[in-house]
Antibody
Framework: EVQLVESGGGLVQPGGSLRLSCAAS????????MHWVRQVPGKGLEWVSG????????GYADSVKGRFTISRDNAKKSLYLQMNSLRTEDTAFYYC?????????????????WGQGTTVTVSS | QSVLTQPPSASGTPGQRVTISCSGS????????VSWYQQLPGTAPKLLIY???QRPSGVPDRFSGSKSGTSASLAISGLQSEDEADYFC???????????FGGGTKVTVV
């Protein structure tokens, strides 16, 4: 079964750091761009970051640019999100998602597989 | 305020057809494809429609998507109680350089 499993969420103080991981299985990971999307409970979806199949290009939402870093390890079939200088407004449920294409930007068609999500709470 | 505009709610009786709109601009819907997601309570979003009107395998043909100009629509025909969920549209935005989502539409089966 095609699956994405996130881990690494938790409670952190403002200004702290967390590293989210996403383990992929049952699909050719290196063929697809990957994305992180977050959601405050009861609210809408917010795109956080995306990375192309070969890590050649990546992008970030303005709200996280300069603080978050996306990366992937195709050999380990894993996606990561390093989150630094965390703010209370970063509190959300974080999903990793598989893109239908290899590029995270050009020809974006949609996100066809989503993980179950991991909770990030930034609070003192 | 989302870049893509959706009505906050929609409703219908079982068996009815419900349509959800998604309004954007030439930098997103106007020049790129639209995808739609269904989010049942307490679960992750699920892709319903990609590339404007394509259904992934396993998605019932009761769900259909269309796009015209800078707007897109998701239609649910033969509405069923299990269709009660939040629905989000999405597209790439060339100006922002990122994926954008609509604010979501809560569909209620009355």
């Amino acid at each position: 079964e095609v699956q994405l499993v996130e881990s690494g969420g938790g409670l952190v103080q403002p200004g702290g750091s967390l590293r989210l991981s996403c383990a992929a299985s049952a699909f050719i990971f290196e063929d697809h761009a990957m994305h992180w999307v977050r959601q405050v409970p009861g609210k809408g979806l917010e795109w956080v970051s995306g990375i192309s199949w070969n890590s050649g290009s990546m992008g970030y939402a303005d709200s996280v640019k300069g603080r978050f870093t996306i990366s992937r390890d195709n050999a380990k079939k894993s996606l990561y999100l390093q989150m630094n200088s965390l703010r209370t407004e970063d509190t959300a449920f974080y999903y990793c998602a598989k893109a239908t294409e290899g590029a995270y930007n050009t020809g974006f068609g949609g996100l066809d597989v989503w993980g179950q999500g991991t909770t990030v709470t930034v609070s003192s | 305020q989302s870049v893509l505009t959706q009505p906050p709610s929609a409703s219908g009786t079982p068996g009815q057809r419900v349509t959800i709109s998604c309004s954007g601009s030439r930098t997103n819907i106007g020049g790129n494809t639209v995808s739609w997601y269904q989010q049942l309570p307490g679960t992750a979003p699920k892709l319903l429609i990609y590339r404007n009107n394509q259904r992934p395998s396993g998605v019932p043909d009761r769900f259909s998507g269309s796009k015209s100009g800078t707007s897109a629509s998701l239609a649910i025909s033969g509405l069923q109680s299990e269709d009660e969920a939040d629905y989000f549209c999405s597209a790439w935005d060339d100006n922002l350089g990122n994926v954008i989502f609509g604010g979501g539409t809560k569909v209620t089966v009355v």
